[in-house]
C-alpha cells in the first residue's frame, strides 16, 4: 500500500515530542516527561540492537501487562526497526508457545507475573528476558543515554504484530504498520480536539489493537499525558480518572457495563472525563454512562485488522451500527452482490432477515489491512477481487443504517476478544466421555458473545462437575473460552456432507428441548439452565 507524504508514522508522531518536558507518562505514582518517553525508547532501541544482532528474526514478543516497560518497547521499535508482537497473557501452555513460534519471536519480554507461563514451553529457541529482574536492569544501564538514532521509517512498514483468531479457530498474526496507529492517532486527536492539556487514560490492553489505535496512538499523536493502568478494574475507574486528571479514555467491549454497575454515588459526574471512545458498548449503555459520567461516549465499529470501521452519529437507532460509508457494503458471500434492504413487519422484526443478511465489506479496497504474517491463506480469506471481506454479517434497513448479525467462519466475541470456535472444540474433545463438540456463539445480555457448546455424550454420560474440573485443568484453555452454557444432545444436527450446523444450533441457544447447563463465572458449578432464567 502506499500513502501520501502527509501520512505520518508512529516514528514521527514520537520524534515531535523530543524536548517535550511536559508529563508524557503517568503509572501508579511514577511520571516521565516526553522526553524521557522518547530516551527511554532509544535506549531499548538500541538494547534491543544487541539482543537482536544476526538474528534472523528482529521480532520482539511482549508478555505484559499495561506498565511502562510496554510504551518504552512500542517507541523503541518505531525507533530500531524491528517488529514488536503482542501475546496474549490469557493465552495458556502450548497455544501461548504456539503464538510465538508463529510469530518468529526471537526474543520474549516479560514480567515475574507472566514468567512462569513461558517457563518450560517450546518457544522455538527465543530467549526470555523478565524486566523485574537485576540481568533486565543491568542491560538498560549499559545503554542508558543511547543516541536517538531512529531507523528510517515508512507509513507501510510493520510495526507491530497482533493477534487476532480467525475461521480456523487458531490466532493468526495481523501486520499492523505505522500508518494504521499513526494514522486514526492523529485523525481523532483533531477530531476530538486533544492537544497538551489532555490525559489520556489507557486500562485496555496493550496488546490489543484498540488500546494501541484508539488511547496509545492518541496521545502520542496530539502530544497528551498517557495514563496507563496495569489492567482494567470497574471499581478503579472513576478514582483513576480523578487521580490522574484523564480527560480522555476508550474502551472495547464491556467495560461501560462493569462501570456502570458500580454503586452510584451522587458526585459521579464530578470528574475531569470529557469523551469516552471506543466499539461495540452495549447501546443502552452508551446514555447511561454519558448521564452518569457527565461526558460524550462515541461508538465505533471496526475489524481488528483495520479493513472497515463504521461510526455512530447522534441519529443512528439504538441497536445499529452506524450509517454505511462509502466503499462499505454488505454483499452476498456466494454471489458477491448487493443484499437487499431489510423489510419490517409491523412489530418491528425483519421479514426477510435471511436474504438481507451478508458480509460486511470494504468494496474501495484493503483499507488499513495489510495481511497476516505468513499466512497467505488467510489473505486470500479476506481480501477477494480487490476488496476485504470482514466475516461479519449484517444488514441495512432503508435508510442505510446498518446491524450487525454474527460472525461467520466459526469464531465469536467475548469481553472484546476474538475467539475461535475450532480451537475451544479441539480442547473440549479430549475429554474421554465427549464423542462430539461443537462450539458456537450465543448473544452475551449486555454485549456480544458467550460460549456455548453442543456436547453429544459417550455411553459413561457426562458429570458436570467433573467437566469443569476437566476445564479448569486445561492449560491451554484461556479463562474467556469456558463455555457458558453447554447443551447435552442425543446428536448434533449436520449437513449431506457431514458438517455440523452450528447456524442451526446458535439459533436455537438454550431454547431447545435437549438439557442445557449454565455458569455465569467459571469460578462457579454448573447447574441446570431454567428456560425462565
Known amino acids: 500500500m502506499t500513502y501520501q507524504a502527509e501520512i505520518p508514522t508512529v516514528t514521527d508522531l514520537l520524534l515531535a515530542h523530543t524536548e517535550a518536558d511536559r508529563a508524557g507518562l503517568l503509572f501508579e505514582d511514577q511520571a516521565w516527561s516526553w522526553r524521557e518517553h522518547v530516551q527511554a525508547g532509544a535506549d531499548r532501541a538500541a538494547l534491543a540492537h544487541t539482543l537482536l544482532d544476526k538474528k534472523e528474526r528482529p521480532h520482539v514478543g511482549v508478555l505484559l501487562d499495561n506498565v511502562p516497560e510496554f510504551s518504552f518497547l512500542v517507541a523503541a521499535a518505531a525507533f530500531g526497526g524491528f517488529v514488536l508482537v503482542g501475546l496474549n497473557p490469557y493465552r495458556r501452555g502450548e497455544a501461548l508457545a ?77 501486520r499492523c504498520t505505522h500508518a494504521k496507529f499513526a494514522f486514526p492517532g492523529r485523525m481523532l486527536a483533531e477530531r476530538f480536539g ?88 452495549a447501546r443502552r449503555d452508551l446514555d447511561r454512562f454519558a448521564d452518569r459520567f457527565g461526558c460524550h461516549v462515541v461508538d465505533a465499529f471496526g475489524s481488528t485488522e483495520g479493513g472497515l470501521a463504521i461510526s455512530r452519529t447522534p441519529d443512528t437507532p439504538q441497536d445499529a451500527l452506524g450509517q454505511l460509508t462509502d466503499g462499505v457494503a454488505v454483499l452476498d458471500p456466494d454471489t458477491g452482490e448487493p443484499c437487499p434492504r431489510a423489510r419490517y413487519a409491523n412489530d418491528g422484526t425483519v421479514t426477510n432477515l435471511q436474504e438481507a443478511t451478508g458480509e460486511l465489506v470494504n468494496t474501495a479496497g484493503p483499507g488499513f489491512f495489510t495481511g497476516y504474517y505468513r499466512d497467505p491463506d488467510a489473505d486470500a480469506d479476506r481480501l477477494r ?33 476474538n475467539l475461535g470456535t475450532a480451537e475451544i472444540e479441539r480442547i473440549l474433545s479430549r475429554h474421554p466421555d465427549i464423542a462430539q463438540v461443537a462450539v458456537y456463539a450465543v448473544p452475551d445480555p449486555h454485549v456480544g458473545d458467550q460460549v456455548m457448546a453442543a456436547v453429544v455424550a459417550g455411553p459413561n454420560g457426562l458429570d458436570m462437575t467433573r467437566f469443569a474440573d476437566f476445564l479448569g485443568a486445561q492449560d491451554d484453555l484461556g479463562p474467556k473460552q469456558h463455555p457458558s452454557y453447554v447443551r447435552l444432545a442425543e446428536d448434533l444436527p449436520r449437513t449431506a456432507t457431514f458438517k455440523v450446523l452450528t447456524r442451526q444450533l446458535a439459533a436455537e441457544a438454550h431454547d431447545c428441548a435437549d438439557p442445557v447447563w449454565w455458569r455465569p463465572d467459571r469460578r462457579r458449578p454448573y447447574e441446570v439452565f431454567a428456560r425462565e432464567t
Request: with cysteine.
Open 385 to 417: 477481487d480487490g476488496m476485504y471481506w470482514s466475516g461479519d454479517l449484517a444488514y441495512v434497513d432503508e435508510h442505510g443504517f446498518c446491524y450487525f448479525v454474527g460472525r461467520a467462519g466459526g469464531w465469536l466475541r467475548v469481553d472484546g476478544e
Open 98 to 174: 504456539r503464538d510465538v513460534r508463529t510469530a518468529d519471536c526471537s526474543v520474549v519480554v516479560t514480567e515475574n507475573k507472566y514468567a512462569p507461563l513461558v517457563d518450560g514451553l517450546d518457544l522455538g529457541g527465543a530467549t526470555v528476558h523478565d524486566i523485574d529482574s537485576p540481568e533486565w536492569a543491568a542491560l538498560l544501564e549499559a545503554h542508558a543515554d543511547s543516541p536517538l538514532a531512529p531507523v528510517p521509517a515508512k507509513p507501510d512498514d510493520v510495526l507491530m504484530l497482533v493477534f487476532t483468531s480467525g475461521t480456523g479457530g487458531a490466532p493468526k498474526a495481523a
Open 194 to 281: 486533544l492537544g497538551h492539556d489532555d490525559v489520556v487514560y489507557e486500562a485496555m490492553p496493550l496488546f490489543h489493537s484498540n488500546a494501541l489505535i484508539t488511547g496509545w496512538s492518541v496521545a502520542a499523536a496530539s502530544g497528551a499525558t498517557l495514563a496507563l493502568r496495569r489492567s482494567f478494574s470497574a471499581s478503579g475507574f472513576l478514582p483513576d480518572v480523578r487521580r490522574f486528571g484523564a480527560t480522555y479514555a476508550n474502551y472495547v467491549g464491556r467495560p461501560l457495563s462493569y462501570v456502570l454497575s458500580t454503586p452510584e454515588q451522587a458526585d459521579d459526574a464530578d470528574n475531569p472525563l470529557r469523551l469516552m471512545y471506543g466499539n461495540e458498548g
